[in-house]
C-alpha cells in the first residue's frame, strides 16, 4: 500500500516536471493579434509550446505575448504582412534565433475584403488584395518558408494548418439560398465570391502540399472553420438579427467558441488525434467532421432550405469531437 503511494506521488511529480503536452515545441502563428489566431497562440503557450506571434497590428500582439508571458508561458511578437514575403521570412528567422527552430506552424491570416458589395460592384484591388493575403502570402509564400524549417529539424519535419473556411465548401443551392434573402434587385450574396475562391485555392493547396510533402515528414491540415467569434465573423458573417447562425452547418443557434479551434490543433500535434495528416476537417462549434463529404454536394447540391448542405439529420451523424472520436451531444441536441 505504501509503495503504491510512493508510485502516485511520484506519477503526478513527473506529470508536474514534464510541462505541458507540447513543452519544448516552437510555432508560429500567423494573424495572432486577435481572434481565433490569438486564442489559439493563448493555448499553445498554455500546453508547454514556445510562440512566436505575428499579425500586422503591433500594438495587440503585444498585449496577446504579454498575456502569455504573466501567465508563465514563452512567446514573443513579430509584426508582419502575410502580403510581404521579406516579413514572414523575418518571422521564421526570429523563431528560429529566439527558440533554435520551428515544429509547428498555424496559416490563419487572412482578410475577408468587401463582403458587403456586390462582386460587380467591387474594384479589381479588392480581389487582388485577398489573393495577395490570403493565397499567395497567407498559404503559399507561409507554406514555403516552414518548409525551409521544418527541412533544419533533423528528419523531424513539422506540422502546417491552414486557416480555410466553411466557404470553401459551397455550392450553387447554397448561393441561391443567400441570394434568396438578398433585398429584391441586388446580389450582395455575390460579396463573398472572391473571398471564398481565396478558400477554394487554400484547400486545393492542403491536397497537393500533403502529397508531394508528406516523405519528408511534414503533417498538413485544413481546417474548413464554420462562424467562430473574431473580428471576421463580427464583420461579415451572415448572423441573424436574434442571433441565429443559419450559416453554421449543424449549430444554427451559436456562434463558435475559437478555444475548440485550439483544442483540436494541440490534439493534432501531440498525437491524440485521430485525424491523419492530410485530412480536411470542418469545424462547427465544439464538433468536426471529414470536411471531403460537402465534395459530394458540388455534384449534388443539398435543398435550397438547408442552404445546400446536408440535412440536419444526415449532418449529425458525421460530427465528431474535436479529436476525432465520438461526439457527445448535449441532451437538448439529441
Known amino acids: 500500500m505504501a509503495f503504491a503511494r510512493l508510485l502516485a506521488v511520484a506519477l503526478v511529480v513527473a506529470r508536474a516536471s514534464a510541462g505541458g503536452p507540447l513543452e519544448g515545441q516552437v510555432g508560429i502563428v500567423t494573424g495572432a493579434s486577435s481572434g481565433i489566431g490569438r486564442v489559439v497562440a493563448v493555448e499553445l503557450a498554455r500546453a508547454g509550446m514556445k510562440v ?3 499579425a500586422r497590428r503591433a500594438e495587440m500582439l503585444d498585449a496577446a505575448v504579454a498575456e502569455i508571458t504573466s501567465a508563465g508561458g514563452e512567446a514573443v511578437a513579430a509584426p508582419v504582412d502575410v502580403s510581404s514575403p521579406e516579413t514572414i521570412d523575418a518571422a521564421f528567422d526570429l523563431a528560429e534565433a529566439r527558440y533554435g527552430k520551428v515544429d509547428f506552424c498555424f496559416a490563419n491570416a487572412g482578410i475577408e475584403g468587401t463582403v458587403t458589395v456586390p462582386f460587380v460592384d467591387q474594384p479589381p484591388s479588392n480581389e487582388k488584395r485577398i489573393l495577395d493575403t490570403n493565397v499567395a502570402g497567407g498559404a503559399l509564400a507561409t507554406l514555403r518558408r516552414a518548409l525551409v524549417s521544418f527541412k533544419r529539424n533533423g528528419g523531424a519535419g513539422g506540422s502546417i494548418v491552414f486557416s480555410s473556411s466553411l466557404v470553401g465548401l459551397l455550392n450553387a443551392n447554397t448561393m441561391v439560398a443567400m441570394h434568396s434573402v ?5 446580389n450582395y450574396a455575390s460579396g463573398f465570391l472572391s473571398y471564398a475562391v ?8 492542403v491536397r497537393m502540399a500533403h502529397g508531394l510533402f508528406s516523405a519528408d515528414g511534414v503533417r498538413v491540415y485544413g481546417l474548413n472553420i464554420c462562424v467562430f467569434a473574431s473580428e471576421m465573423s463580427a464583420r461579415a458573417s451572415p448572423v441573424g438579427a436574434e442571433g441565429v447562425v443559419g450559416f453554421n452547418p449543424f449549430f444554427k443557434t451559436s456562434v463558435g467558441d475559437p478555444v475548440h479551434i485550439a483544442r483540436m490543433i494541440i490534439a493534432l500535434l501531440d498525437g491524440s488525434s485521430l485525424w491523419p495528416a492530410g485530412s480536411h476537417i470542418g469545424i462547427d462549434n ?3 467532421w471529414d470536411a471531403t463529404r460537402f465534395y459530394d ?3 449534388k447540391p443539398g435543398k435550397v432550405e438547408h442552404l445546400g448542405f446536408f440535412p440536419p439529420d444526415e449532418m449529425k451523424g458525421m460530427l465528431r469531437d474535436v479529436r476525432g472520436g465520438e461526439y457527445i451531444f448535449a441532451k437538448e441536441e439529441l
Open 52 to 54: 512566436v506571434l505575428t
Open 182 to 186: 438578398d433585398p429584391p434587385g441586388t
Open 198 to 205: 481565396s478558400k477554394v485555392a487554400m484547400d486545393g493547396l
Open 286 to 288: 465544439d464538433a468536426t
Open 297 to 299: 454536394l458540388f455534384s
